[in-house]
């Protein structure tokens, strides 16, 4: 059987490592890298409704609940108001009187709860599969659908948001032109957010489907023609990351480095719109510092159409 590349369909690709998990799922499963748009890929990935009952079999899907504890919400929070400022800082929206929004995947509405507070929204649409985070959504006023295919197709949009949830897509392409054709309206934009190449030091990936840098995005652009207006690596240099959460001791030195900063930043001045415990977090991720280099997290605004 010939195995394509999940993002671009070349058959130019290369085994790296296998797949490391502790789902029984991803038992043959293989990380398998492209020539051609430099994308890496899992392959061969479980069926839909193994996917499914994996998700639902898993304790926490979407970070920040209500009672995940201060530095986890405010981790989220942290994340979501450096996204809402990429956003701002790379569209018109600012502008736009009467916005609507669709986002997919918003967990617990971190990032719908910053983007409704500063841009003038009328309609922000969710689309999420967590049961678990309806009744939040609810509460900070998105309209929630369970599945993509409930909004009616004229139904169109200034913004679509996909922020970590393209890595669990085992076909991009077909899911980002869908979004696309049927949801986004002319001269309009698309936000995305997704880790860089997390297999390179994550000791667990699933369940991450496809691993992108900025050279997969501009051959992703090219495909679903859209316009790049902006690409950014953030965060720490992904050869300095050790995600390792079995290492107690690693765990124990991150902490007291977030106590050291939150005591340091106490009494600074200009955190902008961050209270201490987020500035900090910031700061010991560089969540919004952009590097040239692969770093933790990639972000970019794709446009359709040029004017
Ligand atoms: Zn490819």
């Known amino acids: 059987?010939?195995?394509?590349?999940?993002?671009?369909?070349?058959?130019?690709?290369?085994?790296?490592?296998?797949?490391?998990?502790?789902?029984?799922?991803?038992?043959?499963?293989?990380?398998?890298?492209?020539?051609?748009?430099?994308?890496?890929?899992?392959?061969?990935?479980?069926?839909?409704?193994?996917?499914?009952?994996?998700?639902?079999?898993?304790?926490?899907?979407?970070?920040?609940?209500?009672?995940?504890?201060?530095?986890?919400?405010?981790?989220?929070?942290?994340?979501?108001?450096?996204?809402?400022?990429?956003?701002?800082?790379?569209?018109?929206?600012?502008?736009?009187?009467?916005?609507?929004?669709?986002?997919v995947g918003p967990g617990y509405g971190h990032l719908a709860e910053i983007i409704m507070k500063s841009f003038a929204i009328t309609d922000y649409s969710v689309v999420e599969y967590d049961k678990k985070c309806f009744k939040k959504l609810k509460k900070i006023g998105t309209n929630v659908f369970d599945d993509i295919n409930k909004i009616k197709k004229y139904n169109k949009y200034n913004l679509i948001i996909i922020s970590h949830v393209l890595e669990h897509i085992a076909n991009p392409i077909s899911f980002l032109l869908k979004l696309k054709n049927n949801f986004l309206k002319e001269n309009s934009f698309i936000f995305i957010d997704v880790p860089c190449e997390d297999w390179k030091y994550k000791a667990y990936v699933d369940p991450h489907l496809i691993f992108l840098n900025k050279y997969s995005f501009s051959y992703i652009n090219k495909i679903i023609k859209t316009n790049l207006i902006k690409i950014s690596y953030f965060g720490e240099n992904i050869n300095t990351i050790n995600d390792n959460e079995t290492n107690f001791y690693l765990r124990q030195y991150k902490k007291i480095i977030l106590i050291f900063q939150i005591l340091l930043n106490i009494f600074k001045k200009n955190k902008g719109n961050y209270n201490s415990i987020q500035y900090s977090l910031k700061t010991i991720f560089k969540a919004d510092e952009e590097s040239n280099s692969k770093s933790r997290w990639i972000r970019l605004v794709l446009k359709n159409g040029y004017n």
């Open 1 to 103: 059987m010939k195995i394509l590349c999940s993002v671009c369909k070349s058959n130019k690709i290369f085994f790296k490592i296998n797949y490391n998990s502790n789902s029984k799922l991803f038992l043959n499963t293989k990380i398998y890298n492209c020539k051609i748009c430099s994308s890496s890929f899992a392959y061969p990935v479980p069926d839909q409704d193994n996917l499914k009952r994996y998700y639902e079999t898993q304790s926490e899907t979407s970070i920040g609940q209500e009672n995940a504890g201060l530095i986890n919400k405010s981790f989220a929070y942290m994340l979501a108001k450096t996204r809402a400022k990429f956003i701002e800082n790379n569209t018109n929206l600012k502008k736009i009187k009467s916005l609507k929004i669709l986002e």
